[in-house]
T-cell receptor
Framework: DAKTTQPTSMDCAEGRAANLPCNHSTISGNEYVYWYRQIHSQGPQYIIHGLKNNETNEMASLIITEDRKSSTLILPHATLRDTAVYYCIVRPNLNFGNEKLTFGTGTRLTIIP | EPEVTQTPSHQVTQMGQEVILRCVPISNHLYFYWYRQILGQKVEFLVSFYNNEISEKSEIFDDQFSVERPDGSNFTLKIRSTKLEDSAMYFC????????????FGPGTRLTVL
């Protein structure tokens, strides 16, 4: 699976948009970008995923560059409950075989009141 | 919204004892996983399970570990003889199927080996 690079930590003011970058310069054509977050020691929570188009759901937006070498997760109006470690993961989307998720160290996002 | 559930939330055991961690995946999901996270470290893949057999396992998943789907709803992880270094959070995950699908995680079981 392609390696991802994320900043170790970020702060964001409450109510502002939080923009979390991820570099995945070795991503290959069949690999999707997934974002999860982990609040304290809870189970990782799925946020969003995409292949090459920008995606939006009720939690966040995912912007993927045209060359797919990087992406940005956007939390449009951050709240204190968004304080968590955010993981950017790339993996092939196959219906068989290697489906494991490989977690890095992620970005620790702190929302400041 | 359906969720993955895990029991117990916290298990304390003595070194050398057997433990069974239980998970109830989301009901129409077909792929099941166990991950663990030692305190302060990354979430690590242990094993994936589909169609009543292991599809992949990591180096961590040695002969001391086993998984089972004993009935139509539960998915268990057994550690035969626990070691101090097995102390960790253990997360179960499941996914439905299909090309664009994702894994959903349970809240975890904190295993403490004394």
């Amino acid at each position: 699976d392609a390696k991802t690079t994320q900043p170790t930590s970020m702060d964001c003011a409450e109510g502002r948009a939080a923009n979390l970058p991820c570099n995945h310069s070795t991503i290959s054509g069949n690999e999707y970008v997934y974002w999860y977050r982990q609040i304290h020691s809870q189970g990782p929570q799925y946020i969003i995923h995409g292949l090459k188009n920008n995606e939006t759901n009720e939690m966040a937006s995912l912007i993927i560059t045209e060359d797919r070498k990087s992406s940005t997760l956007i939390l449009p109006h951050a709240t204190l409950r968004d304080t968590a470690v955010y993981y950017c993961i790339v993996r092939p989307n196959l219906n068989f075989g290697n489906e494991k998720l490989t977690f890095g160290t992620g970005t620790r996002l702190t929302i400041i009141p | 919204e359906p969720e993955v559930t895990q029991t117990p939330s916290h298990q304390v055991t003595q070194m050398g004892q057997e433990v069974i961690l239980r998970c109830v995946p989301i009901s129409n999901h077909l792929y099941f996983y166990w991950y663990r996270q030692i305190l302060g470290q990354k979430v690590e893949f242990l094993v994936s399970f589909y169609n009543n057999e292991i599809s992949e396992k990591s180096e961590i998943f040695d002969d001391q570990f086993s998984v089972e789907r004993p009935d139509g709803s539960n998915f268990t992880l057994k550690i035969r003889s626990t070691k101090l270094e097995d102390s960790a959070m253990y997360f179960c995950a499941s996914r439905k199927t299909g090309l664009v699908d994702t894994q959903y995680f349970g809240p975890g079981t904190r295993l403490t080996v004394l």
